[in-house]
């Protein structure tokens, strides 16, 4: 590299000489062709420090690079929240209990997040929850379960469970109640990074 300086800033000493010039301005000339080759040699050593930088890297630079690598990878990867929402609960064919007809009501969980409660419709085998309910931290494969209760005095009996991994979208679905009856519900995920 100092060789293409070298020949640089001799072949325009030459070419200085032979031009009808002053000396101080040969001189000035000479310095200034003398600065830029130097600057050139200087370039090409940062250019070829940096070249030799990508290409052999130290220890410390690939451990920084990995890691950085790695943490992107980890936050790319990391479960989307979205916005689950629950409407349209009914019932039929609710079993009657030892004190006539059910009094009906459903608990909502997300996950083992409780969710809500609906209200208690009584004596009515064939309820319709007007309630809908909202849950901002679900995600997709989070299990919904629906438990639906007969409320009466003393304790309230659990009529069936009903249990359902989160898709997203739009959904409709029946479930049949262990003690007898069915659940109809619909269900909307969505609103988060799918």
């Known amino acids: 590299m100092l060789s293409v300086a070298a020949r640089v800033v001799g072949g325009s000493d030459q ?57 992107l990878l980890l936050c790319s990867l990391a479960p989307a929240e979205a916005q689950l929402k629950l409407f349209n609960l009914r019932a039929s064919d609710l079993p009657a209990g030892l004190l006539g ?42 299990v919904l379960r629906l438990e639906v209760f007969d409320s009466d005095f003393f304790f309230d009996d659990l009529l069936g469970i009903c249990q359902r991994q989160l898709k997203v979208g739009t959904h409709q679905h029946d479930c049949f109640l262990k003690k007898g009856g069915t659940l109809h519900y619909s269900y909307t995920l969505g609103g988060g990074n799918q």
């Not at 000035?28 to 990508?54: C, F, M, P, W």
């Not at 083992?112 to 309630?131: H, I, M, R």
Request: aromatic share 12%; charged share 20%; net charge negative.
């Open 101 to 142: 007809t059910t009094d009906g009501y459903v608990k909502v969980f997300c996950g083992s997040a409780f969710v809500g409660e609906t209200s208690v419709c009584s004596n009515n085998a064939y309820p319709w929850w007007e309630e809908e309910f909202t849950y901002f931290s679900a995600q997709q494969n989070d």
């Open 15 to 71: 070419a200085f000489k032979t031009s009808g010039s002053t000396d101080r301005e040969r001189e000035t000339r000479y310095q200034d062709s003398r600065t830029v080759a130097q600057q050139n040699v200087q370039r090409e050593q940062h250019h070829d420090g940096l070249v030799r930088k990508i290409l052999h890297p130290s220890s410390s630079e690939v451990m920084a690079a990995a890691l950085s690598f790695l943490l």
